[in-house]
């Protein structure tokens, strides 16, 4: 199992610019989250989902898209960048949401000038 | 008010030593307690999943206090290798909500 899988590793893009990040997972989990972490503030939740077909915000969901279409994957989309959303970006899967441990991919470091 | 806070530290403790982190959450729906750790610029990983009952895994104890609305972590006989930085994950309605953080450096 490579287990959770995120791509690219480093990205810088330009203010205005769109992109996605992507995450895979192959532990057939049903709940998948997004992450970002900043000097000082922990992580903090950007959107969830507990199936596939179903996703919902967390603590930080604005300048952020997600879609479920498949169990594996959970990707990502920067609509239009801004240096604010410069940080790392984590994506973490569990069995369900609740008393399962999450599993963390190895992160995306976004520089946005 | 966060939802869940924790001190960031640093704790420097020597080596051998026994050092304790807090966290307390303030929803009391909170359904499940987690510590992680995370080494620099890597992923969180699992440390210990925390029961009503505490739990020890080893050199760990984590214990949760409901009525209080806090969680702890012991670490005794401190390692080098402890150092890292623990997280506080608190599940709320299908949520996992981490705490900032709190530092912890192990000196020789």
């Known amino acids: 199992n490579a287990g959770v899988t995120q791509t690219p590793k480093f990205q810088v893009l330009k203010t205005g610019q769109s992109m996605t990040l992507q995450c895979a997972q192959d532990m057939n989990h049903e709940y998948m989250s997004w992450y970002r972490q900043d000097p000082g503030m922990g992580l903090r939740l950007i959107h969830y989902s507990v199936g596939a077909g179903i996703t919902d915000q967390g603590e930080v969901p604005n300048g952020y898209n997600v879609s479920r279409s498949t169990t594996e994957d959970f990707p990502l989309r920067l609509l239009s960048a801004a240096p604010s959303q410069t940080s790392v970006y984590f994506c973490?899967?569990?069995?369900?949401?609740?008393?399962?441990?999450?599993?963390f991919g190895p992160g995306t470091r976004l520089t946005v000038l | 008010r966060k939802e869940v806070e924790q001190d960031p530290g640093p704790f420097n403790v020597p080596e051998g030593a026994t050092v304790a982190f807090n966290c307390t959450y303030s929803?009391?729906?909170?359904?499940?307690f987690f510590w992680y750790r995370q080494d620099c610029r890597k992923e969180p990983k699992l440390l210990m999943s925390?029961?009503?009952s505490g739990n020890e895994d080893g050199r760990f104890t984590a214990q949760l206090n409901r009525a209080s609305q806090y969680i702890s972590l012991l670490i005794r006989d401190s390692k080098l290798s402890d150092s890292a930085t623990y997280l506080c994950?608190?599940?709320?309605?299908?949520?996992?909500?981490f705490g900032t953080g709190t530092r912890l450096k192990v000196l020789a």
């Open positions: 925390v029961y009503s």
């Open positions: 973490a899967s569990s069995l369900t949401a609740g008393v399962d441990e999450q599993f």
């Open positions: 929803n009391s729906a909170s359904q499940s």
């Open positions: 994950v608190v599940n709320i309605r299908q949520k996992y909500i």
